[in-house]
């Protein structure tokens, strides 16, 4: 896997690097499970990213085993939303695999909130 021209390992992808401490992010809440920090490009006033701290690739990916974690992740999305004050207007999106626009293969919970939503999404 490649990322700015480097070849990282599924353990050295950039979120880990995020958990790690190793490059800088907004990080609005961790916990033994996960973490959540602000997108660095964000598609709306509010857009935050929930992962687990466990390298998993993509949803797709996930087996039985991760699905306490995932159910974890949903929730504090939840909890996290709504700290941000945007009631329950809020929309939660995995992108899974290259063709759906997933481009950092750590798994990732999108949060956006702030704006009007359209359905189908673009
Ligand atoms: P996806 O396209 O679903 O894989 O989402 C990856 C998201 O990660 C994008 O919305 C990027 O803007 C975001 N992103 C990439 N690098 C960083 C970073 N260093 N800090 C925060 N968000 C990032």
Redesign the pocket.
């Known amino acids: 896997m490649t990322f700015k021209g480097l070849n990282l390992s599924m353990s050295d992808t950039?979120?880990s690097k995020?958990i790690n401490r190793e490059?800088?992010?907004?990080i609005v809440y961790e916990d033994d499970l996960c973490l959540a920090?602000?997108?660095?490009?964000?598609?709306a006033p509010v857009?935050i990213?929930v992962i687990p701290k466990k390298p998993i690739t993509k949803i797709a990916d996930a087996t039985e085993t991760d699905q306490s974690v995932l159910g974890h992740l949903l929730l504090k999305a939840s909890d996290i939303a709504k700290e941000q004050g945007v009631g329950d207007a809020f929309r939660l999106?995995?992108?899974n695999g290259t063709g759906?626009?997933?481009?950092?293969?750590h798994l990732?919970l999108?949060i956006l909130a702030g704006r009007e939503f359209s359905w189908p999404p673009g």
Do not use: E, S, Y
């Not at 490059?23 to 907004?26: E, L, M, S, T, V």
């Not at 920090?37 to 598609?43: A, S, T």
């Open positions: 950039l979120f995020i490059i800088p992010a907004d920090f602000r997108d660095v490009n964000p598609q857009h990213l999106v995995f992108n759906a626009g997933q481009t950092v293969f990732h999108h």
